[in-house]
């Protein structure tokens, strides 16, 4: 077919080739979309793994680029926790998620356990659970995919802790998750490559840094730019990762072998997942009708989710990653400087860590004493309740007036609670 349009060409020129003046009019066109869509796509990882045996710690791996990430990793094997906010008890989904993923990947081995990144008391009790395994258990690695963006023009949002929601949940969530398991990771053997992922965007570029107030308890709330508030948990993410992966190496393993965990951060791209058509579609409905009109843009400019799942693939599989120090930023297969200074500045990254390590601390401790209150408070209601329903049980149950139905009917629905007195009685007299 190709061989008879060129002998065309050459024979009769390009009149003799159908639909010649469709070709010149829309040829550029279609030529420099599917380019664009090429190059938008970034970067495929070509490393292969079997990963069977190995097992990963996931957070956010139901939607989005977390789904995609899970569901590669599974198809070569890996078991997979995913750490999710509800239990599958609280949210039935859950359960055809899990069961469609194993189906699909012909993996069994995928699981889930309750760790709400927005609550500081969810994560500690997950981690606990996990530390008080003995002999401790398999972990090769962590792979932080959850995040939280707020459409603009939202008011705040604040999680279990008070704390604004995307700064909770993206950096102070995975802060503490991951310094909470950190014996669980040094103690894993030499052999064994133990890689921690954590994700980035490139908002970062646009946060701040106050280390008076790292958590923006105190500073009003951008709502017309709320990326400036996404942006600094990312960044603080970043700076976290540096600091994390210098004090895991500061702290000699017992066997005096050389660490084996890494640290690295993923900049996955700007993909068409729920939170970025949540940010496009302004959180409202009319937004939905935008988004889905201009959708032919997003497709050609905005990667997939399994076209951001690749430098996670390519972190975990290419062995380059085994004998690199951690710490690195990687984007389309490839590590980058990072654009601020400040994950660079070693004393400012440690200022940060100490700082946030001891306002969750705080926070935890205000947390505590509030849920005291609050399952006080209950069971002094549930006590008075308890009282005031014995106080109304009457001690000599009233003997029903025999010849009046409408009276009946009231005190039907008046003496309920001494139901079960007749009901015994009847019981009583059938036994009879
Ligand atoms: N989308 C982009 O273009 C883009 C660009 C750069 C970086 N990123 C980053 O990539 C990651 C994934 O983004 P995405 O667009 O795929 O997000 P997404 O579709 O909104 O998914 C977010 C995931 O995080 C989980 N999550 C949210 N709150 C949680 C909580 N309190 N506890 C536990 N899990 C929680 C969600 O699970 P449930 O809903 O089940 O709780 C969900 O699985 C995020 O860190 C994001 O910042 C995204």
């Known amino acids: 077919m190709p061989l008879n349009i060129l002998g065309t060409l050459l024979v009769k020129g390009t009149d003799g080739i159908p639909g010649w003046e469709y070709i010149r009019s829309f040829g550029p066109l279609v030529i420099t979309t599917i380019s664009l869509k090429y190059y938008f796509g970034g970067v495929k990882n070509t490393w292969e793994r079997d990963l069977h045996g190995k097992v990963y710690l996931v957070?956010?791996?139901?939607?989005?680029?977390?789904?995609?990430?899970?569901?590669?990793?599974?198809?070569r094997g890996a078991q997979l926790i995913l750490l999710t906010s509800t239990t599958?008890?609280?949210?039935?989904?859950?359960?055809?998620?899990i069961d469609d993923l194993r189906n699909d990947t012909e993996n069994i081995l995928i699981y889930t356990e309750k760790c709400d990144l927005s609550s500081l008391y969810s994560i500690r009790k997950f981690a606990t659970s996990w530390l008080d395994n003995t002999p401790p258990r398999r972990l090769d690695g962590v792979i932080c995919l959850?995040?939280?963006?707020i459409p603009i023009g939202f008011p705040r949002q604040v999680s279990i802790d008070g704390v604004e929601r995307q700064i909770a949940i993206n950096y102070l969530g995975h802060f503490h998750l991951l310094t909470l398991l950190s014996p669980a990771l040094r103690v894993q053997p030499p052999d064994r490559d133990v890689q921690i992922l954590m994700t980035t965007c490139f908002t970062q570029a646009m946060g701040d840094i106050d280390l008076n107030d790292p958590l923006w308890l105190n500073k009003r709330y951008p709502s017309k730019n709320p990326w400036r508030i996404f942006g600094s948990s990312k960044l603080m993410l970043l700076m976290f990762a540096k600091e994390f992966q210098k004090k895991i190496e500061q702290q000699p393993r017992k066997d005096n072998l050389p660490h084996n965990v890494r640290i690295n951060i993923i900049n996955p791209g700007i993909m068409r997942s729920p939170s970025t058509r949540r940010i496009i579609s302004f959180g409202a409905v009319w937004g939905l009708f935008l988004y889905l009109i201009l959708y032919p843009i997003w497709f050609i400019?905005?990667?997939?989710c399994t076209q951001g799942a690749q430098s996670y693939l390519h972190?975990?599989?290419n062995p380059k990653?085994?004998?690199?120090?951690?710490?690195?930023?990687?984007?389309?297969?490839?590590?980058?400087n990072t654009a601020r200074?400040?994950?660079?500045?070693?004393?400012m990254c440690k200022q940060l860590y100490d700082k946030t390590n001891k306002m969750i601390d705080e926070l935890e401790k205000k947390s505590a004493i509030e849920?005291?209150?609050?399952?006080?408070?209950?069971e002094k209601e549930s006590i008075s309740s308890k009282n005031n329903k014995k106080d109304k049980m009457p001690l000599f149950p009233e003997k029903k007036p025999e010849k009046k139905p409408d009276s009946t009917a009231t005190t039907n629905t008046s003496t309920t609670s001494t139901k079960p007195s007749s009901g015994s009685t009847r019981k009583r007299n059938s036994k009879k």
């Open 301 to 304: 400019f905005l990667k997939s």
């Open 146 to 149: 959850a995040g939280e963006s």
């Open 321 to 336: 990653f085994q004998e690199l120090k951690g710490g690195n930023l990687i984007s389309d297969c490839k590590i980058y």
């Open 315 to 317: 972190v975990l599989q």
């Open 88 to 97: 599958p008890e609280e949210n039935p989904w859950l359960v055809d998620y």
């Open 59 to 75: 957070t956010g791996g139901t939607a989005g680029l977390g789904r995609s990430v899970v569901e590669e990793l599974a198809k």
């Open 341 to 347: 200074n400040e994950p660079n500045d070693e004393e």
């Open 371 to 378: 849920r005291k209150k609050l399952s006080t408070k209950k």
